[in-house]
């Protein structure tokens, strides 16, 4: 069955798309311990990013390595609520999709550490 929604277009389309997106938002904050860390992250680093003296590549590699870390963390708590609202039980199959999830977020945080590194020490 198709969503009645997809027949929107234009404007409509794009402003529920967003109010959709804010939705998302505010659920994941809302629901998810590791996202709220994320954000507070954000909330110091991407302000020391635009502070710090570097060009303005290294800001926007530094300032986009962070909003990764919350775009990655947004779709593993999609992932993760999909998977529980599959089934509770234990199952390999979930546990691998979780820790698959899991493993990205983890990728994304190295990526940070990573590209502030090189940037600050070059």
């Given at each position: 069955m198709e969503s009645p929604y997809k027949?929107?277009?234009?404007?409509?389309r794009l402003w529920n798309a967003f109010g959709y997106s804010l939705a998302g938002f505010r659920a994941a904050y809302k629901?998810?311990?590791a996202f709220r860390q994320e954000v507070l992250l954000a909330i110091i680093l991407i302000p020391l990013a635009l502070w710090l003296p570097v060009g303005f590549i290294g800001k926007a590699l530094m300032i986009g390595s962070v909003l990764l870390v919350i775009m990655i963390e947004l779709i593993n708590s999609a992932i993760e609520a999909t998977v529980d609202r599959i089934s509770l039980e234990n199952h390999d199959l979930a546990k691998r999709a979780k820790d698959i999830g899991s493993s990205a977020v983890l990728v994304s945080l190295v990526n940070v550490v990573?590209?502030?590194?090189?940037?600050l020490l070059s």
């Open positions: 027949g929107k277009t234009g404007l409509i629901h998810e311990d990573v590209v502030w590194g090189l940037v």
